[in-house]
């Protein structure tokens, strides 16, 4: 157990694969954010509507009505929530990179069904159900992976990579099918839906020369492999064997207390409570404040309000979100945790109440500045959110859940997004439609309710090891006594019998 590894000399000395690990070890959140980003588009794609929508007989349009909408985008929901189940027990008994190559032969059967859908809607989402299947499983290994492989100095930009290639997919995606958006036969979509095949393809080339994560090495008595993992991630002259010892001490620590964890233990447990509530909670709230509602409904929320070029928007929205996430990554481990969730939780309110004002008499009474007006508040509320609690909770997935039950918290976490999410997408179209933009004041009281969740529970961990975190908790240290704490843990190297036998079997 050590203190947080000090300046920038662990960064610039750490060798090029854990950089490979930071890219290609998050790259399948990239095809469930391209999935999630052309589904968007589309649904105001007029190629993609002929072929599955219906005809207006008033306004002589082609659109998907509202239960389209919602199946489409609720049923995608429905994939992540099996795949997050699924995911939980591969993680678990297979490891990290067994996962990825599952996950990435999952998301190429969906590709090929939905790709391969002609007339029949049904087909369509069915394939987008298994590709978001993929992408559950992507939601329960990848934080935890980056996590474990992460050194210190640069968790939280680990971390937070699954949101930060949720956003590279979902650019990829917006910039294609905009870029399509002139072809005249329904092959404006289907190149689309094909070319998100190049993700998990990038998956198969890396994931060969990727480590497996020196902490489930550890808890499945693979010693020698994890201290090879561990020089590789580290470079040669860090003290692997130690590592690994503390870690294999750490573990056992927590086989005794706890002999076979099960789902309960992640609530019955007080200290694991605790931990669930933080995890689960703040994906809850990630959901509630509305993103399911922008990154869903990007295109079609501009169009109602009589906004045009919706396609190009969300081009330039994704673009935000990359910059957004690459500023988060570079800031996470200077800036921290709470602070920064809660003073984003007030700005994402306030931007969504304006939304809400501009649009609250619909698209007849707004003028073209008001159309303007909503559209940039819409943008600012995305790069704020994309700055914030878009990549932050995945950073607090990835290091508040306890490590006997680190898989099954991971997996909780995700769950309560993703049903969250659910939630919103199915319900979003109907409220929408009889509401209109006023739906944005529901999603700002959400953001006001989860700034006092951030306050009341989440805790400051930067530049914190994963073993003083598991000390603070164990030794019920108040929310906002984690920043000053002084834990028992100084980084002295970890010298005894266990450890002199195993270097010299080593």
Same mark, same amino acid.
């Given at each position: 157990m050590t203190q947080p590894e000090s300046s920038g000399d662990s960064i610039r000395h750490l060798p090029w694969l854990i950089w490979a690990v930071v890219i290609f070890g998050s790259i399948s959140s990239a095809g469930f954010g391209f999935d999630q980003a052309w589904w968007a588009s589309l649904m105001s794609s007029p190629q993609f509507v002929q072929n599955f929508g219906v005809l207006d007989p008033a306004t002589h349009t082609w659109a998907l009505t509202s239960q389209q909408q919602s199946l489409g985008t609720g049923l995608g929901y429905v994939g992540?929530? &099996? =795949?997050i189940f699924c995911g939980s027990p591969i993680n678990e008994r297979l490891g990290r990179k067994n996962t990825l190559w599952i996950q990435s032969a999952i998301v190429t059967v969906g590709i090929v069904i939905e790709s391969t859908s002609k007339t029949s809607y049904?087909?369509? @989402?069915? =394939?987008? &159900? @298994?590709?978001? &299947? =993929?992408?559950? @499983?992507?939601?329960?290994?990848?934080?935890? #992976?980056?996590g474990e492989c992460a050194p210190v100095s640069l968790r939280g930009l680990m971390s937070g990579t699954y949101n930060a290639f949720l956003m590279v997919g979902g650019l990829a995606a917006a910039l294609t099918v905009y870029l399509c958006r002139h072809i005249p036969s329904d092959w404006a979509w289907r190149v689309v839906v094909v070319a998100q095949i190049a993700i998990p393809a990038a998956g198969w080339v890396s994931l060969p020369f990727l480590p497996e994560s020196p902490h489930w090495l550890v808890s499945r008595g693979r010693l020698d492999e994890a201290v090879v993992a561990l020089r590789r991630l580290r470079g040669l002259s860090f003290p692997a064997e130690a590592e690994v010892v503390a870690l294999q001490q750490h573990l056992q620590r927590q086989r005794e207390r706890l002999a076979s +964890?099960?789902?309960?233990?992640?609530?019955?447990?007080p200290v694991n409570r %605790? %931990?669930? /509530? @933080?995890?689960v909670g703040a994906q809850i709230f990630q959901q509630a404040q509305g993103i399911s509602f922008v990154a869903n409904y990007q295109a079609v929320f501009p169009q109602q309000i009589g906004f045009k070029e919706v396609l190009l928007m969300s081009v330039v929205v994704y673009v935000i979100g990359v910059v957004a996430n690459l500023i988060s990554m570079a800031t996470t481990d200077i800036l921290g945790? %709470?602070?920064? /969730?809660?003073?984003?939780?007030?700005? /994402?309110? +306030?931007?969504?109440?304006?939304?809400?004002? /501009?649009?609250?008499?619909?698209?007849?009474?707004?003028? #073209?500045?008001?159309?303007?007006?909503?559209?940039?508040?819409?943008? &600012?509320?995305?790069?704020?959110?994309?700055?914030?609690w878009g990549p932050l909770t995945w950073v607090l997935t990835a290091e508040v859940p306890p490590s006997q039950v680190r898989e099954k918290t991971v997996a909780l976490s995700g769950l309560g997004a993703y049903i969250t999410g659910l939630i919103m997408v199915f319900v979003n179209p109907y409220t929408q439609a009889k509401i209109g933009g006023r739906v944005a004041f529901i999603y700002g009281a959400l953001s006001i309710a989860s700034f006092a969740f951030a306050w009341l529970f989440i805790p400051e961990m930067k530049q914190r090891t994963l073993e003083q975190i598991e000390e603070m908790f164990q030794d019920g240290i108040a929310t906002r006594s984690f920043k000053s704490h002084v834990c028992r843990s100084r980084g002295e190297p970890v010298v005894d019998e266990e450890l002199e036998e195993f270097v010299e079997n080593a």
């Open positions: 992540v929530i &099996l =795949g049904a087909q369509f @989402i069915i =394939g987008k &159900l @298994i590709v978001y &299947l =993929g992408g559950g @499983i992507a939601t329960s290994v990848i934080p935890a #992976y980056q +964890a099960t789902w309960t233990d992640c609530f019955t447990d %605790r %931990r669930t /509530l @933080i995890c945790r %709470r602070s920064v /969730l809660t003073c984003s939780a007030l700005m /994402l309110a +306030a931007s969504m109440l304006v939304i809400g004002g /501009l649009t609250a008499n619909g698209a007849a009474s707004m003028s #073209y500045k008001m159309q303007v007006a909503a559209v940039v508040m819409l943008m &600012l509320w995305f790069f704020s959110f994309q700055v914030t």
